[in-house]
């Protein structure tokens, strides 16, 4: 090997290692998620992510805890999505994260058609705080069902030499997974989106008035997306599926603690699934995902 290609290599492994410690540093239900991925789907799904953690942090989090003002993280974020896109193009960035995004985006046909609704959507957050009908299903495309179809595109072409695509079946469950894990998290941060933030998602909907109805039509909307989405798990490669279901069953467990708590509650309380619960949930998917996997189990 040549000294170029070793630093490259050297570069890729070294992004590759900074996307997932981004990751591992957040979500614990994610990170068990991934750890159920196989092989270069991991790597890659981790790399999505610990790009779109990172404008998070620009548009919710690090950026203004650290005083930077309104206007300057505006500018931040626009950065950073013209550094994403420049690396898209060359297949390089001096940001690890960024390059390791762009690594998994150019193995597997993440382009901008999937990037730029998402930076949209998190420019929206820094002057939108009240949602119409359409403004909503916008920004829920931009910030969730567009990830889903980059994880799609990750899952798909699997160990692949070239990008693979999805079928549109498996496209319409990508997007409607993460729609309703978008919806779940904006019931789960009601007090933080409305108190903090100044931010109200669903349209029409006051979060200081929330009522039982209200919680109910919402939790009949996502279980739909969910059931939607849980239909086209078995037709994913065998190296993702255990991931997506166990993340799956995890929020229609979320959905249904959020059915058993008062909505007055919602503006108080964070509902959360237990570790012992989640460990059982990846087990149960395993089980039926990978029976195989299990010494004596089969699928029925």
Known sequence: MSGRRGAAAALDRAAEAAASTVISRYSTSFGLATQLLRGVVRTRTRSVYALVRV????????????????????????????????????????????????????????????????????????????????????????????????????????????????????????????????????????????????????????PGALTDADRERLLDDIDDDLAAARRVIPALPASSRVAVRTAHDLFAELSRCLRATRASDLMTTRVRVGNTRKLLLAAQALGTEAPGLIPGRTRP
């Open 55 to 206: 404008a998070d942090e620009i548009v919710d989090g690090a950026a203004a805890e650290h005083a930077v003002a309104p206007a300057r993280i505006a500018e931040l974020l626009d950065d950073y999505e013209r550094r994403t896109e420049q690396a898209l193009e060359l297949g390089f960035s001096t940001d690890l994260v960024i390059h390791a995004f762009a690594l998994a985006a150019r193995a597997t046909g993440i382009g901008t058609d999937l990037t730029r609704p998402f930076f949209a959507s998190m420019r929206a957050d820094l002057d939108v705080s009240r949602h119409t009908d359409e403004s909503f299903a916008t920004y829920v495309h931009g910030s969730a069902e567009v990830i889903g179809l980059m994880c799609l595109r990750i899952f798909a072409t699997d160990r692949s030499p070239r990008p693979v695509e999805p079928s549109p079946e498996l496209a319409d469950g990508a997007q409607r997974l993460g729609a309703a894990f978008q919806k779940v998290n904006f019931l789960r941060d009601l007090a933080a989106d409305a108190g903090e933030r100044g931010r109200a998602y669903f349209p029409g909907i006051d």
